[in-house]
């Protein structure tokens, strides 16, 4: 019934934002339609009735129903991987062996032997190169320069703390270095923690990645906590000794 539908629906073509957008559309329209028709076989109710009536016996709701394509292909140098005229960045690790693209409607997931290395929103242009530059920091130990002029770090935005700090690092001879190493940080340390580690850097005036691996490294690994004295008061006057032959006296006095 697509053919149905769509003329029922979607005549004149409609256009939305986005498909939470055209379901919520959708399911009125289906709702309204169902309240306002006669059942083909039960006259004398509307398909609403019907279908309320039938309701108690449906299969329960488990779930969004995980529908995709699925194709092999093979990832470039560039960590790239073409479908559908477009192409899509993966993580750098998934270079050299083949993958398997699962395009949905919306979104475009990449899997290697099980593993998720690429999830992006889907492109329906020609062309289009579609870049996560996460996937491109490992990248940038051997080459810091790409960092500045490479395609999948244009425009990127990082995060308040962490965009200040490259914005200070850029007038220092080393700077794309310093934030090489900070941007490599995460990728052991989570996103969060590098920049609740900027953002202490800056309270403190400085912006050293230095400093701020620093500051990782002893959320990493805490202070140990500090010994604990005890006061005069409480210490013991007499020590108890260990003696069990006291668990003798107990049973011959039962």
Not at 129 to 143: E, F, I, N, S
Not at 223 to 247: G, M, N
Request: glycine share 6%.
């Amino acid at each position: 019934q697509v053919g149905l539908v769509r003329e029922r629906f979607f005549t004149p073509r409609l256009r939305f934002r986005s498909y939470e957008e055209l379901n919520a559309w959708l399911l009125d329209k289906c709702i309204a339609y169902a309240k306002a028709h006669r059942h083909p076989e039960l006259a004398e109710q509307t398909i609403w009735e019907v279908f309320e009536a039938e309701r108690p016996k449906l299969v329960p709701y488990a779930g969004q129903f995980d529908g995709f394509h699925a194709v092999p292909a093979s990832v470039s140098k560039t960590c790239l991987v073409r479908f559908d005229n477009n192409k899509y960045s993966v993580a750098a690790s998934a270079v050299g062996r083949p993958v398997e693209v699962h395009a949905y409607a919306d979104r475009i997931v990449i899997r290697q032997d099980g593993r998720i290395v690429a999830e992006h929103k889907r492109a329906f242009g020609r062309g289009e190169t579609v870049y996560d530059p996460w996937h491109y920091v490992p990248v940038l130990a051997r080459k810091p320069g790409a960092l500045r002029n490479g395609a999948p770090f244009k425009d990127w935005v990082l995060p308040a703390a962490m965009e200040r700090v490259r914005r200070r690092l850029a007038s220092v001879d080393d700077g794309g270095r310093q934030m090489v190493d900070i941007l490599t940080a995460v990728l052991t340390d989570g996103l969060p923690a590098v920049e609740a580690a900027c953002t202490e850097a800056i309270a403190e005036g400085v912006h050293s990645a230095d400093v701020i691996l620093n500051i990782l490294a002893r959320r990493r690994n805490p202070e140990p906590p500090p010994t604990i004295f005890t006061p005069a008061a409480l210490t013991l006057r007499h020590a108890p000794v260990a003696d069990c032959a006291r668990y003798d006296n107990l049973r011959r006095t039962v």
